[in-house]
């Protein structure tokens, strides 16, 4: 969204009617002129909907405006609402801006890459977490050694833990071998986890998993 320059106007009230303009649409808003970046308004919709708040957006391609409102109680915060004023049937400027628009924040597009392409992984990981056609107490130690080991992911119906240490059904702490066949650090941590996980499964949740 871009923001619009605008001549500070005080103590003025300003209506802008989208039924303006001759298409048959009742709420066509072709002719709509955006009110100033800063100013308190209140948007009527379609639905008689009432939406007010001050206006730090508009996009005059798609029509979309963007308005800010304090939260109740909560000093700082806000909520903003976007609004299609194509789908309005009035719009009222309430308090025209005192003041010249504040500055666009400049937005980190790497971080926020970042950010998506590690939201991403997240939600893979969790679908692959979900083991197919196995008990709860599989399922519940797969969550458990998760915790503390991410490197975690079903075989079939056995857990691999670190692509080293694997655990068979009916995952008891002699199911848990080595890859290599050898006793490592790996291995004993693991068969660690499992036995404190059996120790804790309590019997109703072990009934569940038969």
Known sequence: ?????????????????????????????????????????????????????KVVAYDQQTKMLALRSPIANKPGYFDYTMVNVAWCSNLEV?????????????????KLERRKKLNIENKLKEINSLGNDVTSLAQHLYFTIYKTLNEVEWEGKNIVVMNSVVITPPYDVENCKSRSGEQNQALDHVKKIVKKFLEDYSPSQQTNSK
């Open 1 to 53: 969204m871009k923001e619009r320059n605008h001549s500070v106007q005080k103590n003025s009230s300003v209506s802008y009617n989208s039924n303006d303009g001759n298409s048959s649409d009742p709420y066509n808003c072709n002719n709509f002129m955006a009110p100033p970046i800063g100013a308190q308004i209140k948007c009527v919709t379609c639905l008689g909907n009432n939406v007010q708040g």
């Open 94 to 110: 309430l308090e025209e801006p005192s003041e010249s628009p504040e500055p666009i924040n400049s937005l980190n597009i790497q």
